[in-house]
T-cell receptor, first 115, second 115 residues
């Protein structure tokens, strides 16, 4: 089945130790998103890719970076995780980021714990 | 940026009864899309229903329907014949048809279904 896959589902890292979260999709969607979701809060958009074009939200800290080596994969790199970065990280895709009605399809998320 | 407001942090409903979740949004645009997403505990966020602003007819998906009031900028979700599996966090989301690929989420409503 076509889907959005996130690995790992649970990630534990140490304060200040770089960590990479992975997202892949078999939907062949051209837009991929990364959200941060803290407990009982709405997902907060960090950035998204429209094909290879990277779009960063203005309030996303520099500590967060992303890579999209190809259509299928997108990575979230946290260069120096702080305790405040502990959250669920959601990856989502959409088919065409332009002028069409477009639904986002979410992955199951990666829960990040920072010790 | 557009804002999406969900004024009910928590709601409860008796099994088999009907419940309505509220959502209002602020925009100066005339063309946009609205969504309701469901996020069960520790599970993936999935689309429940979506509405194109240019359509006057309210969207319906089985037991889920919306009451879209464009002038009032209101987009409520009605769940009929509530089931235990409907228990989840529900997020209302807005997407512009003209500017960018961002989805704007409300803060969510936690729905409890009472057996």
């Amino acid at each position: 089945d076509a889907m959005v896959i996130q690995n790992p589902r649970y990630q534990v890292t140490q304060f200040g130790k770089p960590v990479t979260l992975s997202c892949s999709q078999t939907l062949n969607h051209n837009v991929m998103y990364w959200y941060q979701q803290k407990s009982s809060q709405a997902p907060k958009l960090l950035f998204h890719y429209y094909d290879k074009d990277f779009n960063n939200e203005a309030d996303t800290p520099d500590n967060f970076q992303s890579r999209r080596p190809n259509t299928s994969f997108c990575f979230l790199d946290i260069r120096s995780p702080g305790l405040g970065d502990a959250a669920m990280y959601l990856c989502a895709t959409s088919r065409d980021g332009g002028y069409n009605t477009d639904t986002q399809y979410f992955g199951p998320g990666t829960r990040l714990t920072v010790l | 940026a557009q804002t999406v407001t969900q004024s009910q942090p928590e709601m409860s409903v008796q099994e088999a009864e009907t419940v309505t979740l509220s959502c209002t949004y602020d925009t100066s645009e005339s063309d946009y899309y609205l969504f309701w997403y469901k996020q069960p505990p520790s599970r993936q966020m999935i689309l429940v229903i979506r509405q194109e602003a240019y359509k006057q007819q309210n969207a319906t998906e089985n037991r889920f329907s919306v009451n879209f009031q464009k002038a009032a900028k209101s987009f409520s979700l009605k769940i009929s014949d509530s089931q235990l599996g409907d228990a989840a966090m529900y997020f209302c989301a807005y997407r512009s048809s003209n500017t960018g690929n961002q989805f704007y989420f409300g803060t969510g409503t936690s729905l409890t279904v009472i057996p």
